[in-house]
C-alpha cells in the first residue's frame, strides 16, 4: 500500500481550516497530512518559524498571508489572526493556518480554535514535531530516561507582562527527576537559573542549548545552570531550545560552552 493511502479522510468541502505544525524548520520534517493540507490550501497563513519553502507545496493561486509575530514586533495582533481565519472559511476557502513545531506547544492555538468553534467552522488540527524533540533528536538525547527522568516539562521563558492566568512558580520546577525543555528561553536564562537554583538544582546541573534544531545551522551549546547567565549572553543565533536536567550529561564529550555544528544525519 502506498503510504499516502494512511489518512483515508475525505477531502474537506470548502470552508474548513488545518491549523497545521510546520516542524522545527527542516522542510522533510513536517507530516503528510501536513503536506496534504497545504497542497489543498486556497489560503495559508504563516509565520516566522515555519519554514518558507514549505509553500512551494501550495497549489498555484493559491493566497499567502504573513502574520509573523517576531518578539517585540507583532505584525498582526492575535485577533486579526483569527478574524482572518474565520473571514477566509466563511468565504468557502480552505484554509492553513502554518505554525511552526507544533500548534499546541506555546502556538496561540487555543485562541484560534475557539475562535473556530464560535464562528462554527470546521477545523482539524495536524500535529508537528515540536522544537523540544528536534532539539533532544539533534543533542542525541532522551527527554525522559529511565531512573533518570520520570518527566519532560515544557516551559516558557518568556512571560509577557499583564499576561492573564496564574505566573509559574519556578523555583517549583527544580524537580531533580524532570527534564526541563525552555521555549523562548534564552533572554531570561540567567534569571531561570537563579531561581532553579534557589529551588534547591544542583550548580553543576547540565544543560544544553539548541540553535536552529534539525536546520544545517544548528548549533550545539552545553554549560551547567552556574554557568547559564554568562553562557545566554552570547547567543544570537535563535531560535534556540534550552534542555535542562541530567539527562543533556552524555552530551558532555562538548567542553562547556563550546558550540558545535552538527552535519544534518540525512542531508538533501
Ligand atoms: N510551536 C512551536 C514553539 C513556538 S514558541 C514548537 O512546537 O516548537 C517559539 C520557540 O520555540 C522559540 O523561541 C524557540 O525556543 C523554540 N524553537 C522553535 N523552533 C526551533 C528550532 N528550530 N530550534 C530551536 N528552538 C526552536
Known amino acids: 500500500m502506498s503510504p499516502l493511502m494512511f489518512n483515508r479522510k475525505p477531502s474537506p468541502a470548502a470552508g474548513y481550516v488545518w491549523l497545521v505544525g510546520a516542524g522545527p524548520g527542516a522542510v522533510d520534517l513536517i507530516t503528510m497530512r501536513g503536506r496534504k493540507a497545504l497542497s489543498q490550501a486556497d489560503v495559508v497563513l504563516h509565520d516566522d518559524l515555519a519554514n518558507p519553502e514549505l509553500l512551494q507545496i501550495c497549489p498555484a493561486g493559491c493566497e499567502f498571508l504573513y502574520v509573523g509575530k517576531r518578539a517585540g514586533q507583532h505584525s498582526a495582533p492575535q485577533d486579526e489572526i483569527n478574524r482572518l481565519l474565520v473571514a477566509h472559511a466563511r468565504a468557502g476557502r480552505r484554509v492553513v493556518r502554518l505554525k511552526g513545531g507544533d500548534p499546541t506547544v506555546f502556538g496561540r492555538l487555543g485562541e484560534e480554535l475557539q475562535a473556530l468553534r464560535s464562528a462554527g467552522i470546521a477545523f482539524e488540527v495536524v500535529p508537528g514535531v515540536t522544537a523540544a524533540c528536534a532539539a533532544a533528536a539533534a543533542a542525541g538525547v532522551s527527554l525522559t530516561q529511565r531512573g533518570l527522568a520520570s518527566a519532560a516539562v ?82 544570537t543565533d535563535t531560535p534556540a531550545l534550552i534542555i535542562i536536567g541530567a539527562v543533556t550529561a552524555p552530551n558532555r564529550a562538548i567542553s562547556p560552552g563550546q558550540s558545535r555544528l552538527q552535519e544534518p544525519a540525512h542531508a538533501g
Request: proline share 6%.
Open 154 to 235: 515544557f516551559v516558557t521563558g518568556h512571560e509577557c507582562a499583564g499576561k492573564a492566568g496564574p505566573a509559574l512558580d519556578r523555583e517549583a520546577l527544580a524537580q531533580p527527576g524532570a527534564t526541563l525543555c525552555v521555549y523562548m528561553g534564552t533572554r531570561s536564562l540567567g534569571a531561570l537559573a537563579a531561581q532553579l537554583l534557589a529551588g534547591g538544582h544542583a550548580p553543576d546541573t547540565p544543560l544544553l542549548i539548541v540553535s536552529h534544531a534539525s536546520l544545517p545551522s544548528q548549533t550545539i551549546r552545553t554549560g551547567t545552570l552556574e554557568s547559564a547567565g554568562e553562557l545566554a549572553c552570547d547567543i
